[in-house]
C-alpha cells in the first residue's frame, strides 16, 4: 500500500471540520470520516492516522473565512494541500440536499478527478497587506457614507456653502465648523454627523499609515513592486499596495490575458453551433472584484493627454535602477496606447462606461508585464547570489 495517493476533502467550519477520503485509482472507494474539531493538534492526529499506513495524502479544502492556518499547517507538515474557489466546485442541477459530510465527499471526489480550481495562498505578509487594504475599503465605504449623510441633511434644511468652496475640501470643512442651528435638536443631528465624518476621516488617515508601515515592514520585493506599479498613470499607492496584495504573484499568469480572465474583464461568450454562431456579451465579472473595481477606476485618469507627474517621477527613487528604462517604457507605451484607446473608442460611439472598462482592461496587461518585469529581476538576482 506504500505510495498510494489518498485524496481528502475537507469541509472546514468553525468549530468543527468534516473529513472524506477518496482512494486513488478511477475506481477508488470515497467515504466519509466523520467530523472532527477544528483545532491543530485534532488535524495532527488526523494526518497521522491516515498516512499510518503509508499513503501519500493529497489534501483540500474551500477558501472560506476560516483563512488559510489550515493550509499552511498541512504545508508545514509536508502535505500536499490545496485549496479550492469554492464558486468553480461542479454543481448538478438537480442536487437538493447539501450536508457538511456531502460537501466533504464530493471535495475527495472532485479533487481525485481533477476538477477543481485552486486559489492563490497569501504568505503571511501578504495577507496582513491584503486585510489592511481591504480594511481602508470599508472604512472609504464608511465615509463615503457619512459624508452623503451630512451633505442630506444640509439640503434639506437649505444650507449652502459659500460660493467657491468645493465640497470636503479644508475651506468646506473650516466653513462646516462655523455651522449652527437655532433649533437644540438639529443643532444635535448636525453635530452627530459631522462628528462622524471626522471620526472617520481619521481611521483612513490612520489605515493609510497602517498600510504604508506594512509596506515598508515587508519583504523588499513587495515595496519595489508597489513603487513600480505607482509609475503608472492612475496607479497611486493605495491603489498600487492592493494589486500587490490581491495578486499576488504575477507570474502564476503565463500571460496577460490570464490576468484579465482572473479578475473577470474579459468578454462572455455564448457562442454554439458553429463560428458564425459566435455571440459575445458583457464582461464576465467572474474572479477578483476588488482588482476590477480599482483598474476601473484607474481607467479614467486616461483620458487625460499623456504626461508624467510628480508622483510617478518620485517613484522612481524606489525601483531597481537596473530595472528604471524598461519600467519607464512600459510607462510610456501604457500611456500612449490607453489614451488613444479611449478617445478611439468614443469616437466610434461607445458609451464612457463602456470605454472605460476596456481601457481598464487594456491597463491591466500593462500591470501584469511590470509586475513580471520586478518578480523576474527578483528571481535572477537570487540566482546570482
Given at each position: 500500500?506504500?505510495?498510494v495517493?489518498?485524496?481528502v476533502?475537507?469541509?472546514?467550519?468553525?468549530?468543527l471540520?468534516?473529513?472524506?477520503v477518496?482512494?486513488?485509482?478511477?475506481?477508488?472507494?470515497?467515504?466519509?470520516?466523520?467530523?472532527m474539531?477544528?483545532?491543530?493538534?485534532?488535524?495532527r492526529?488526523?494526518?497521522?492516522?491516515?498516512q499510518?499506513?503509508?499513503?501519500?495524502l493529497?489534501?483540500?479544502y474551500?477558501?472560506?473565512?476560516t483563512?488559510f492556518?489550515?493550509?499552511?499547517?498541512?504545508?508545514?507538515?509536508?502535505i500536499?494541500?490545496?485549496?479550492?474557489?469554492?464558486?468553480?466546485?461542479?454543481?448538478?442541477?438537480?442536487?437538493?440536499?447539501?450536508?457538511?459530510?456531502?460537501?466533504?465527499?464530493?471535495?475527495?471526489?472532485?479533487?481525485?478527478?481533477?476538477?477543481?480550481?485552486?486559489?492563490?495562498?497569501?504568505?503571511?505578509?501578504?495577507?496582513?497587506?491584503?486585510?489592511?487594504?481591504?480594511?481602508r475599503?470599508?472604512v472609504?465605504?464608511?465615509?463615503?457614507?457619512?459624508?452623503?449623510?451630512?451633505?442630506?441633511?444640509?439640503?434639506?434644511?437649505?444650507?449652502?456653502?459659500?460660493?467657491?468652496?468645493?465640497?470636503?475640501?479644508?475651506?468646506?470643512?473650516?466653513?462646516?465648523?462655523t455651522?449652527?442651528?437655532?433649533?437644540?435638536?438639529?443643532d444635535?443631528?448636525?453635530?452627530?454627523?459631522?462628528?462622524?465624518?471626522d471620526?472617520?476621516?481619521?481611521?483612513?488617515?490612520?489605515?493609510?499609515?497602517?498600510?504604508?508601515e506594512?509596506?515598508?515592514?515587508?519583504?523588499?520585493?513587495?515595496?519595489e513592486?508597489?513603487?513600480?506599479?505607482?509609475?503608472l498613470?492612475?496607479?497611486?499607492?493605495?491603489?498600487?499596495?492592493?494589486?500587490?496584495a490581491e495578486?499576488?504573484?504575477?507570474?502564476?499568469?503565463?500571460?496577460?490575458d490570464?490576468?484579465?480572465?482572473?479578475?473577470?474583464?474579459?468578454?462572455?461568450?455564448?457562442?454554439?453551433g458553429?463560428?458564425?454562431?459566435?455571440?459575445?456579451g458583457?464582461?464576465?465579472?467572474?474572479?477578483?472584484g476588488?482588482?476590477?473595481?480599482?483598474?476601473?477606476?484607474s481607467?479614467?485618469?486616461?483620458?487625460?493627454?499623456?504626461?508624467?507627474n510628480?508622483?510617478?517621477?518620485?517613484?522612481?527613487?524606489?525601483?531597481?535602477?537596473?530595472?528604471?528604462?524598461?519600467l519607464?517604457?512600459?510607462?510610456?507605451?501604457?500611456?500612449?496606447?490607453l489614451?488613444?484607446?479611449?478617445r478611439?473608442?468614443?469616437?466610434?460611439?461607445?458609451?464612457?462606461?463602456?470605454?472605460?472598462?476596456?481601457?481598464?482592461?487594456?491597463?491591466?496587461?500593462?500591470?501584469?508585464?511590470?509586475?513580471?518585469?520586478?518578480?523576474?529581476?527578483?528571481?535572477?538576482?537570487?540566482?546570482?547570489?
Amino acid at each position: 500500500m506504500a505510495n498510494v495517493t489518498r485524496f481528502v476533502g475537507l469541509d472546514v467550519h468553525a468549530k468543527l471540520i468534516a473529513v472524506a477520503v477518496a482512494d486513488g485509482g478511477r475506481d477508488g472507494e470515497v467515504r466519509s470520516h466523520g467530523t472532527m474539531p477544528n483545532d491543530p493538534e485534532a488535524i495532527r492526529r488526523l494526518i497521522k492516522r491516515l498516512q499510518s499506513d503509508g499513503h501519500k495524502l493529497r489534501v483540500c479544502y474551500e477558501a472560506g473565512p476560516t483563512g488559510f492556518g489550515l493550509y499552511w499547517q498541512l504545508t508545514a507538515m509536508g502535505i500536499d494541500c490545496t485549496v479550492v474557489a469554492p464558486t468553480l466546485i461542479p454543481q448538478k442541477p438537480g442536487e437538493r440536499v447539501k450536508t457538511d459530510r456531502l460537501d466533504a465527499i464530493k471535495l475527495a471526489r472532485c479533487h481525485r478527478a481533477g476538477e477543481l480550481t485552486s486559489v492563490w495562498v497569501p504568505d503571511k505578509e501578504h495577507e496582513e497587506l491584503r486585510d489592511l487594504v481591504r480594511s481602508r475599503d470599508g472604512v472609504r465605504k464608511h465615509l463615503l457614507a457619512a459624508r452623503h449623510q451630512l451633505a442630506k441633511f444640509l439640503l434639506k434644511h437649505a444650507v449652502r456653502s459659500p460660493e467657491g468652496v468645493r465640497s470636503w475640501t479644508s475651506r468646506h470643512l473650516a466653513w462646516l465648523r462655523t455651522v449652527h442651528f437655532d433649533s437644540a435638536g438639529l443643532d444635535h443631528i448636525f453635530q452627530d454627523h459631522f462628528n462622524e465624518v471626522d471620526h472617520q476621516s481619521s481611521r483612513l488617515r490612520l489605515a493609510e499609515a497602517a498600510i504604508d508601515e506594512a509596506i515598508k515592514a515587508g519583504p523588499p520585493e513587495m515595496s519595489e513592486m508597489v513603487a513600480a506599479l505607482q509609475m503608472l498613470r492612475g496607479v497611486a499607492k493605495t491603489t498600487a499596495a492592493a494589486l500587490v496584495a490581491e495578486i499576488g504573484c504575477f507570474s502564476r499568469f503565463d500571460g496577460a490575458d490570464k490576468l484579465m480572465s482572473y479578475v473577470g474583464v474579459v468578454p462572455s461568450e455564448y457562442s454554439t453551433g458553429g463560428p458564425a454562431k459566435r455571440s459575445q456579451g458583457g464582461i464576465t465579472k467572474q474572479g477578483n472584484g476588488h482588482v476590477r473595481r480599482l483598474v476601473t477606476e484607474s481607467a479614467w485618469n486616461y483620458r487625460f493627454q499623456p504626461i508624467t507627474n510628480a508622483r510617478m517621477k518620485a517613484c522612481e527613487k524606489g525601483v531597481d535602477p537596473k530595472l528604471l528604462p524598461e519600467l519607464k517604457r512600459i510607462s510610456s507605451d501604457a500611456q500612449q496606447r490607453l489614451c488613444g484607446r479611449y478617445r478611439h473608442l468614443l469616437l466610434c460611439g461607445k458609451n464612457k462606461h463602456v470605454t472605460v472598462t476596456a481601457v481598464g482592461r487594456e491597463l491591466l496587461g500593462f500591470v501584469w508585464a511590470i509586475g513580471v518585469t520586478v518578480e523576474q529581476n527578483y528571481k535572477n538576482s537570487s540566482k546570482a547570489n
